[in-house]
């Protein structure tokens, strides 16, 4: 069975940093590209950034957080990460951890998520 579980969502003032946490269960985890979504209020799901696998690690980022969040994975922990800095108010969202790898097909699988909120 397939767990995603994300944690490190909180309440932070703008300029502030997170850094999330995904831990996977259930499935060959090095060989999964990993990604964080997000999904503000009133607003589609959107691709944060992405992390290939089988020891490629190749990053990809969206515009809106290049230079700004960081994805990191560590296979011996089974462990995603999303480093974010210099945060603002527009990065308030919902973070969600993806999986993604071929068994037969290409298969997804989405964590709960966890609330990330940038106020003062």
């Known amino acids: 069975q397939v767990q995603l579980v994300e944690s490190g969502g909180d309440l932070v003032q703008p300029g502030g940093s997170l850094r999330l946490s995904c831990t996977a269960s259930?499935?060959?985890?090095?060989?999964?590209?990993m990604s964080w979504y997000r999904q503000a209020i009133g607003k589609e799901r959107e691709l944060v950034a992405r992390i290939n696998g089988g020891g490629d690690a190749t990053t990809t980022y969206a515009d809106s957080v290049r230079g700004r969040f960081t994805i990191s994975r560590d296979d011996a922990k089974n462990t995603v990460y999303l480093q974010m800095n210099s945060l603002k108010p527009e990065d308030t969202a919902v973070y969600y951890c993806?999986?993604?790898?071929?068994?037969?097909?290409?298969?997804?699988?989405w964590g709960q998520g966890t609330q990330v909120t940038v106020s003062s």
């Open positions: 993806n999986a993604q790898f071929f068994y037969g097909r290409i298969r997804d699988y």
């Open positions: 259930g499935f060959t985890f090095s060989f999964a590209a």
